[in-house]
C-alpha cells in the first residue's frame, strides 16, 4: 500500500489540485454582479458550454447555463479560501460521513453571493423565470435523512462561521430511492440524479488513491530496522476524487466537499477480451465501481452487507490517505498532524479511520505504536447519533478479518490496550467486557461504536438528553474509564436554507420589521420577540403563513388531486417513517377525530388537514405498513362528505429536501412525537419551529431544549418521559388495559382493524403490538396526547393568541442555528479557527 502514496506524489508533479493553486498565477479581473453583466455571461454560457441558441435552448440548458454562470463566481472565491488556508496553515477541519444529503445547490449558492435579485432580472430578459428552472436541479439524495441533513447543515456553517472545512463521503451514483405510493403502498425506484451531469462537481483525476481488500499480512524484517507488518491486498481498486464547493454566507468562505467515486486499476482485462471472455474482461471493473454504485437506504437499524462495510473502509481510508498526503507536503513531518487536522466521525460509519490511522502511520509512515495511538486519539473526535440498539453498529470478526485483515490485527492490538487501561482502574471483568471492542456473544463481532470512542478524544452526543442517557446506556462503562470525553453539542440547522431560501416571504417581512442584521447574525432575530404582540405585525406574520399554506395546496392538488383549504391548521408529520418516530400515533389520532366528528356533530370541531410525508426503509415491514395506513385512511376520510371541510389526511410521497423546504414554511404544527428517549436530537423540529410552526411533542432529543428557549407557553408538550418510559418497559407493562379503559383509543382501533380503511385484518400486527408489549407506548401516551391535540384546537379557535405563540417560536429557535453548533464544535472539540 505504500505504493499508493508514492503514486500519488509522482501525479503531483504534472496535476495540480485546487488546494495547490500557484500563489503567482495572473488573477483573472474580478466579475462584475450586475443583471446586465449575469445576463451576458449567461448567454455566452448557453452558446460556448452547452452549444446551444437562446432562441431554442429549453429550461434544461438555461438551469445548466446559469449555474455555470453562478459557478465561476464560487471558483474564484474558493480559490481564494484555499490560499488563505495555505497561507494560515489554519487548523483544518475534516468531517467524515457516509451521508450528506445536500439537495439542491442553486438557490443556495445564489442566496450566499447575494445575487438572486440580480440573477432573477438576468433572466427575465430573456423571458426564463429562476423559480420555475432550479427547479429541475437534481435533489442531490446521499443520504437517508436528519444524519445525513446535519452533514450538510454543518458544511454549510463551517463555511459560513469561517472554519476550514472539508467534507469527506461518498459519491454514489445512485442517492436515496426515490418512492413512489401505488394502491397506498410504498413503491421504491431508483434515484439516478447524475443522469445529465453534475455542474456542481469538479473531477479530481489526479487525486485518487489505491484501497485494498482482503489478502495477507506479513512481518518483514530488513537490515538494522525494526521489524514491520506489510499488508499486501488481494484486490485493489482506485478511490477518485469529486469536488464540490459549498459557498458560506456572503460568499466570505468556500469550502470543499470531497466525494470518492471507485473505480478499477485496469478499466479492462485486456488478455481477457483478447481470448474471447468479453464480459470476463470487463467484471473486475464493474466489481469496483459496484462499491459507490447505490446509497443504502437504511435509517436507524443496521445495513449488515459486506457490500456495506467495503464502502465504510472505501471512504476512509481515501480520505486519510489525502489528508496525510496534504500534511506531509505542507507540513513534512506527521507528528505535527493533531495541531494541524481534526477529523470528526460522523456516526459510527468511518470508526474503521482509527484502525486504519493507526496501520497507516505504524506500517506505511513507519511510526511507533505509542505515539501513532497518541496522535490518532487527538485527531480523532466522534459523533453518536442513536442509542437503539438495532442501529449500533457491529461486523462479525470474520467477515472483517477477511476484508481487512491488518485493521483486524489493529484492533486486538488496541482492544488488549484499552483491556489493560480498564484492569489498571480497577474496572471488574463484567464492565470489561462490556467495554470490548469484541463482543463475544452472539458470534464474535467488533463493535464500531466502541472502536469510535476509544480512538477519540471527544465523543458527542446531539442534544442534551440523548448525552445523558449515552453515558448511562450505550456508553456507560466507557464513561467511567474516561470520564472527561463524553460531551454535548446540540444539533442545529442553517437558517440561511432553512429560513432565508426557503421562506423569502418570512425573511422580506422580517426584515421590514427589525432590519436586515439577523441575516448576518441570527441572534438578532429575537427582535422579533417584542412583535408578537403587535396586532399588526402578526397580521403579516399569519399572512405569510397562508400565502406558504397555499402554495403547498397547490402542490397537493396538483400532485394528489385532492383539495385542502389553506385556512385549516396545517398540522404536519414529516420524516422518515420509523416506529420510535410513531406516525403510527398520529394516525390513529386521525381516526378517533374522524370517528369523534362523526358522532359529536355538536362539538366546535376545527379543521385540519394531517400532512405526512416520508419514506420506509425498503426492509422495515412495519414502517411500510405505517405508509400504507396513512393512505388507506386518507383515502376513507377524503372521500366521506360527512367530515369534508373539518379533516383530511394527505400523505405526500418522496419526501426530500426539496419537499421539506416547500413543507416547512407552511406548516402550522409540527409533529415531534417519538417515544421519549429515542430521538436523539431531531432537527426537522427545528425547521418547522424557526418558520413559525408550533410544536406538539415528547420530551425528546432536542424537543427538551426547546421547550427551555421557546417557553412552556409556546410548545405542547405531552407523554411520557424517557424515565417513565424505561421504566415501563422494565415492568412489561402493555398496552391492553389502558385500550380497554380508552373508549376513544379502543374504537379507532377497532375501525382500523374491522375494516373501515381496508379489508379486515390487514393491520392486525400492528394492532397486537399495542395490546401486547406496547413497546413504543403508543396506547400509553395515547391519552396524553389526544388531550394536547384539543388544546391545540382551542388555541387554534383564537387568531391572536396562535399568531402570538409562532412569533415567538420563530423569536426565539435563533440558539438552534448550525453556526451555534459548529462554533461549540471548533471551540470545544476541534480547536479550530471561526470568524471572517
Ligand atoms: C431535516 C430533515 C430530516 C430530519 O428530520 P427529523 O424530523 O429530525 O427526523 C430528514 N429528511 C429531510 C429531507 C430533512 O430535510
Known amino acids: 500500500m505504500s505504493s499508493a502514496v508514492e503514486k500519488s506524489s509522482r501525479s503531483e508533479a504534472s496535476f495540480e489540485g485546487v488546494d495547490d493553486v500557484a500563489m503567482a498565477a495572473p488573477k483573472p479581473a474580478p466579475r462584475r454582479n450586475d443583471s446586465a453583466a449575469l445576463a451576458k455571461e449567461i448567454a455566452e454560457k448557453l452558446t460556448y458550454a452547452i452549444g446551444k441558441d437562446p432562441a431554442t435552448a429549453r429550461r434544461h440548458d438555461w438551469l445548466e447555463a446559469t449555474t455555470l454562470a453562478v459557478r465561476d463566481r464560487i471558483v474564484d472565491h474558493w480559490l481564494a479560501s484555499n490560499a488563505r488556508n495555505n497561507a494560515s496553515g489554519a487548523k483544518r477541519v475534516c468531517y467524515l460521513s457516509m451521508e450528506f444529503l445536500i439537495g439542491r445547490l442553486l438557490r443556495d449558492a445564489i442566496n450566499n453571493l447575494g445575487l438572486s435579485e440580480a440573477i432573477r432580472d438576468a433572466l427575465s430578459a430573456y423571458d426564463v423565470e429562476i423559480d420555475l428552472i432550479e427547479l429541475l436541479e437534481p435533489d442531490a439524495a446521499l443520504g437517508n435523512g436528519g444524519l445525513g441533513r446535519l452533514a450538510a447543515c454543518f458544511m454549510e456553517s463551517m463555511a459560513s462561521t469561517g472554519v476550514p472545512g472539508f467534507g469527506y463521503g461518498i459519491r454514489y451514483v445512485h442517492g436515496f430511492f426515490r418512492q413512489e405510493v401505488v394502491d397506498g403502498q410504498q413503491v421504491e425506484l431508483p434515484e439516478t440524479w447524475l443522469e445529465h451531469g453534475n455542474p456542481w462537481e469538479f473531477e479530481r483525476r489526479e487525486r485518487a488513491f489505491e484501497i485494498g481488500f ?64 468479453h464480459i470476463g474482461a470487463l467484471l473486475e471493473a464493474n466489481r469496483a465501481q459496484s462499491i459507490t454504485q447505490v446509497l443504502y437506504p ?63 502511520l505504524i506500517d506505511v509512515h513507519a511510526m511507533g505504536w505509542d505515539q501513532a495511538w497518541d496522535i490518532t486519539k487527538k485527531v480523532f473526535s466522534y459523533t453518536n447519533h442513536t ?97 472527561e470525553r463524553i460531551q454535548n453539542k446540540t444539533n442545529g440547522v442553517t437558517p440561511r436554507r432553512w429560513i432565508m431560501e426557503c421562506n423569502p416571504d418570512l425573511t422580506a417581512l422580517v426584515t421590514e420589521a427589525i432590519g436586515p442584521g439577523f441575516k448576518d447574525d441570527i441572534t438578532k432575530i429575537k427582535g422579533l420577540d417584542a412583535l408578537a404582540t403587535d396586532a399588526g405585525f402578526r397580521d403579516k406574520f399569519m399572512a405569510v403563513k397562508l400565502r406558504n399554506k397555499q402554495r403547498l395546496a397547490k402542490t397537493i392538488e396538483e400532485r394528489l388531486a385532492i383539495s385542502v383549504d389553506p385556512h385549516a391548521m396545517f398540522d404536519v408529520q414529516v420524516k422518515r417513517i420509523h416506529e420510535y418516530k410513531r406516525q403510527f400515533l398520529n394516525i390513529i389520532e386521525a381516526v378517533a377525530l374522524y ?53 383530511k389526511v394527505v400523505f405526500l410521497p418522496n419526501y426530500n429536501v426539496s419537499l421539506a423546504e416547500q413543507i416547512m414554511p407552511a406548516a402550522d404544527l409540527s409533529e415531534q412525537i417519538s417515544t421519549a428517549g429515542l430521538e436523539a436530537s431531531g432537527t426537522g423540529n427545528m425547521k418547522f419551529a424557526m418558520n413559525g410552526a408550533l410544536t406538539i411533542g415528547t420530551l425528546d432529543g432536542a424537543n427538551v431544549e426547546m421547550l427551555e428557549h421557546i417557553g412552556e407557553d409556546n410548545i405542547f408538550i405531552f407523554g411520557l418521559t424517557a424515565e417513565q418510559v424505561a421504566a415501563r418497559r422494565a415492568n412489561g407493562q402493555g398496552g391492553r388495559e389502558i385500550i380497554e ?42 391519552e396524553a396526547y389526544w388531550q394536547t391535540q384539543r388544546r391545540l384546537d382551542t388555541v387554534w379557535q383564537d387568531p391572536t393568541a396562535w399568531g402570538t405563540k409562532a412569533v415567538h417560536n420563530t423569536a426565539r429557535m435563533a440558539w438552534f442555528s448550525s453556526d451555534r453548533s459548529i462554533r461549540e464544535y471548533a471551540k470545544d472539540i476541534w480547536s479550530a479557527p471561526t470568524g471572517a
Open 214 to 277: 482482503g489478502g495477507k499480512v506479513t512481518m518483514i524484517e530488513e537490515a538494522g530496522k525494526p521489524p514491520r507488518q506489510v499488508w499486501r491486498p488481494a484486490e485493489r481498486i482506485l478511490a477518485v476524487a469529486y469536488d464540490t464547493p459549498i459557498v458560506g454566507w456572503r460568499g466570505a468562505r468556500v469550502n470543499t466537499l470531497r466525494l470518492w467515486s471507485a473505480r478499477a486499476l485496469d478499466p479492462i482485462l485486456l488478455d481477457a477480451f483478447n481470448s474471447g471472455d
Open 298 to 360: 437504511a435509517d436507524s437499524h443496521l445495513a449488515g452487507q459486506e457490500l456495506r462495510l467495503r464502502q465504510e473502509f472505501f471512504f476512509s481510508s481515501a480520505s486519510l490517505q489525502d489528508i496525510i498526503r496534504h500534511h506531509l507536503k505542507r507540513h513534512g513531518d506527521l507528528t505535527t498532524l493533531p495541531d494541524k487536522v481534526a477529523i470528526q466521525l460522523n456516526d459510527t460509519h468511518p470508526a474503521v479511520s482509527v484502525a486504519e490511522m493507526m496501520r497507516l
Open 387 to 483: 442509542l437503539l440498539p438495532e442501529a449500533l453498529e457491529t461486523w462479525p470478526v470474520n467477515l472483517f478479518e477477511r476484508l481487512l485483515p491488518r485493521q483486524m490485527q489493529i484492533i486486538y492490538a488496541i482492544n488488549a490496550q484499552i483491556i489493560r487501561e480498564a484492569t489498571q482502574s480497577g474496572l471488574d471483568g463484567g464492565k470489561i467486557a462490556a467495554i470490548s471492542l469484541i463482543d463475544e456473544g452472539s458470534g464474535r463481532r467488533v463493535r464500531m461504536g466502541q472502536l469510535a470512542f476509544v480512538g477519540s478524544h471527544a465523543i458527542n452526543g446531539v442534544s442534551a438528553l440523548h448525552t445523558e442517557l449515552m453515558k448511562k446506556t450505550v456508553f456507560h462503562n466507557l464513561h467511567e474509564l474516561y470520564p
Open 595 to 647: 370517528d369523534q366528528i362523526r358522532s359529536h356533530p355538536e362539538i366546535a370541531w376545527q379543521p385540519r388537514v394531517k400532512i405526512f410525508a416520508g419514506k420506509a426503509a425498503p426492509s422495515y415491514a412495519n414502517a411500510k405498513q405505517i405508509i400504507h395506513l396513512a393512505n388507506d385512511v386518507a383515502r376513507v376520510i377524503n372521500a366521506d362528505p360527512s367530515v369534508q371541510n373539518l379533516l
Open 741 to 782: 379503559n380508552s373508549p376513544i383509543l379502543k374504537g379507532a382501533l377497532d375501525s382500523i382493524s374491522h375494516g373501515v380503511f381496508s379489508e379486515p385484518g390487514r393491520y392486525s400486527n400492528l394492532i397486537d403490538n399495542l395490546y401486547g408489549n406496547d413497546w413504543w407506548m403508543i396506547a400509553a401516551d395515547f
